[in-house]
């Protein structure tokens, strides 16, 4: 065989293993999603079918030294602990393959839509009030003493609890304080809490912003612990 031809015979292996090799790297990969995903719908009750993305190549050097780069997904809907959150996205770094099953940093986002405020505001003040977004802001309306109210809800997260304030109240049209209304009434439209719990160990609420279709709200943290029956790949 010529000296061409040996090159060539030796290209062509080349490319063979590099080709074979780079095809099972995406299927340990594809099949490390897969169990993900299956972790996911396990652990939370979730609306559709989760996707996950596993970052960084190649994957199977990743697994072997314990750490997989970057994690990303996306859920349609998941209840916390009875509140419907909608538009749910994960990004994690530096997530472990052994338990305990870690990731280095994360960070989750995910909307609460009108009708899950709607639903915890009622609770918490037990008052009937409907609560919309009209031009950005989040709204409440309703009636109080058979008198119409009308409120301005702005969401804040403080010391990772997301608080609803009360502003900009009409009554009948006028507008009034919060501290001139009734105690008895005034009291439940002050700081009104959302409470978002089901996270996981390590992860705190940093952020509300109101969006659309209700609050998006913004949980990140370090060493975020996972479920240990969770296990991101193995």
Do not use: W
């Amino acid at each position: 065989m010529s000296a061409r031809g040996v090159a060539i015979g030796v290209l062509t292996t080349c490319v063979v293993l590099v080709a074979g090799a780079f095809v099972a790297d995406r299927v340990a990969a594809s099949t490390a999603e897969k169990q993900v995903v299956a972790a996911i719908e396990e652990n939370l009750d979730v609306v559709g079918t989760p996707t996950v993305e596993l970052g960084g190549f190649p994957f199977l050097t990743q697994l072997l030294a314990g750490s997989i780069d970057d994690v990303t997904g996306t859920v349609d809907g998941v209840t916390l602990e009875g509140i419907d959150a909608t538009d749910v996205t994960f990004d994690g770094h530096d997530v472990s393959t052994s338990e305990p099953y870690t990731v280095g940093t994360a960070t989750i986002s995910a909307t609460l839509p009108t009708a899950s405020i709607e639903q915890i505001v009622a609770d918490r003040s037990d008052l009937e009030i409907a609560v919309a977004v009209d031009g950005g802001a989040l709204t409440a309306s309703g009636e109080v003493l058979g008198l119409r109210l009308a409120a301005d809800l702005v969401p804040r997260v403080e010391d990772g609890t997301l608080l609803v304030s009360v502003e900009n109240v009409q009554i009948a049209g006028l507008t009034v304080s919060i501290d001139d209304l009734p105690n008895a009434i005034g009291d439940r439209l002050t700081d009104i809490e959302i409470p978002v719990e089901g996270l996981p160990d390590g992860l705190v609420l940093s952020d509300a912003t109101v969006v659309a279709d209700g609050v998006r709200i913004t949980a990140d943290g370090t060493d975020v612990v996972l479920p240990t029956t969770a296990p991101p790949a193995g």
